[in-house]
């Protein structure tokens, strides 16, 4: 184990990035010795019983839907800058430190990954450089033998980082300039029902002309929707969809969500260099301009037969 721990903060003290990590190179990481050496650990579910009943030794809670209200009558926005900022402060973010995010994986419909993702999105576009996403969240933890505690964890204060990271987000007039361009392609990461308007939950229904189905979940393992497949086992199904790494990508989905992993995955799994996410999402680009912007229905997913 001191082996794994040596390794991991040599490599992250050279190489400060976003991407993933093994739960047994998050224990070591958080038994760390030096308290002041270990990491900044965030528990993302909604479900803030779901923490009561169990988390990862020093998780701090931080429900991901607090990032997020209502504005202009439209739902589940992202808060503006300076309450998004105290947020990430009072929650301990800090410029210095590591950051393991996780949540509870399961199969589908679990979804809890996307709050993951969704705070990995967050913490990126306010700047921070060095996050792990715990590969497998709370199920492979427990699945390895490691213990879930109950007791409650808080972070002191942080300190983000002078520069932010505007350049993740693309705003409806980037996906307006975007599409239909050569070498561009919009992702949209939604459930083919919902792609296709068969569903009971958007205000219109369809989605925005010219973008592909890729639903998140192919991404992601079906015996644990936090556990990632390898980039070397979906590279030609994403191929196949025409997701690759030439391409400028925006990915959505409804609420910024399924889109958050996509961006995650393109970028911080896979490596692919021009990954956005279009933060507004579907729930904004039906109610925009009088509810006119155009959208289509039907479709199959990028990709398959």
């Avoid at 184990?1 to 190489?15: G, N, P, Q, V, Y």
């Avoid at 504005?71 to 998004?84: F, G, N, R, S």
């Avoid at 889109?259 to 904004?284: D, Q, T």
Wanted: hydrophobic share 40%; charged share 25%.
């Amino acid at each position: 184990m001191k082996s794994i721990l040596a390794l991991f903060l040599l490599t992250t003290a050279a190489h400060a990035d976003i991407g993933l990590i093994t739960a047994a190179e998050a224990k070591a990481l958080i038994e760390n010795p030096n308290a002041a050496k270990r990491p900044i650990v965030l528990d993302t579910r909604g479900g803030y019983k779901d923490y009561f009943r169990g988390h990862l030794p020093t998780a701090h809670h931080i429900n991901f839907d607090t990032l997020r209200g209502t504005d202009a009558a439209v739902p589940v926005q992202y808060l503006p800058d300076d309450i998004t900022k105290a947020l990430l402060v009072r929650a301990g973010v800090d410029k210095d430190r590591l950051h393991l995010v996780y949540a509870t994986g399961d199969v589908l419909p679990n979804d809890e990954i996307l709050s993951t993702t969704m705070v990995v999105y967050v913490l990126e576009k306010f700047g921070v450089k060095n996050i792990k996403v715990v590969d497998g969240g709370l199920a492979e933890w427990k699945k390895q033998g490691l213990t879930a505690i109950q007791d409650y964890f808080g972070n002191p204060p942080g300190h983000l980082p002078e520069q932010a990271n505007p350049s993740v987000a693309a705003s409806i007039a980037d996906v307006q300039a975007h599409v239909g361009k050569p070498g561009n392609v919009l992702v949209d990461a939604r459930p083919i029902n919902e792609f296709r308007g068969e569903d009971d939950v958007w205000l219109r229904k369809g989605h925005i002309p010219g973008a592909i189905s890729f639903h998140w979940a192919r991404l992601t393992q079906k015996d644990n929707t936090h556990q990632f497949k390898p980039f070397a086992e979906v590279k030609t199904e994403l191929e196949a969809a025409g997701i690759t790494a030439d391409k400028n990508i925006i990915a959505y989905c409804g609420t910024s969500r399924e889109g958050s992993l996509l961006l995650f995955y393109l970028k911080h799994v896979a490596g692919y260099p021009n990954v956005r996410l279009y933060e507004g999402a579907w729930k904004e680009y039906v109610w925009l301009n009088d509810k006119t912007l155009p959208t289509e229905t039907g479709g199959h997913p990028a990709g398959k037969k």
